[in-house]
């Protein structure tokens, strides 16, 4: 059984290198695997604790339009945690967190000299809606269970 949340995310393009590093935070500390060296759109690059597509070898977003990482991060234990790690889960570390992964981020990226930036993104007025409604993406769902929780998404 696993948790299936989805959320739809909206970031300006200059942000994405930030948020992705912040995102590393997160990361699990004991990895048995090279971190993934990222390069984006524009040139930002970022060395990040995570895989794509199970592997480490480097990505080049610069003319790509998605970028898919596979992540294992660490939560503060909450009702909805530890009602998932009870009997057989993650267990929470020393530090009272949980380990929770694989989490898999599709990251939609705006390619330069392609206008692919959402329309949410370049007007300066975000459509009420893009900040209320939870999106479940159960594209990536475990079969046996589907289920969508959580606030709406955030815009920064």
Known sequence: MGLVYGYDIYLRPRNVARALANLAELAAPDRAVPPLEVTLP??????LPFTSHFESEPVDCSS???LELDTSLMFDVDDAL???ARPNGPQPEADGRIRIGYIYATLPLPVPGKG???EALSSPI????????????????????????GSPPRHT
Do not use: I, M, N
């Not at 459509?127 to 929780?149: F, G, I, M, N, W």
């Open 82 to 84: 530890r009602e998932y």
């Open 126 to 149: 975000v459509p009420p809606d893009a900040l209320t409604q939870p999106r479940c993406d159960l594209s990536h769902a475990v079969p046996q269970e589907k289920e969508c929780h």
């Open 64 to 66: 790509s339009s998605t």
């Open 42 to 47: 524009g040139g930002d690059r970022l060395v």
């Open 116 to 118: 692919s930036v959402p």
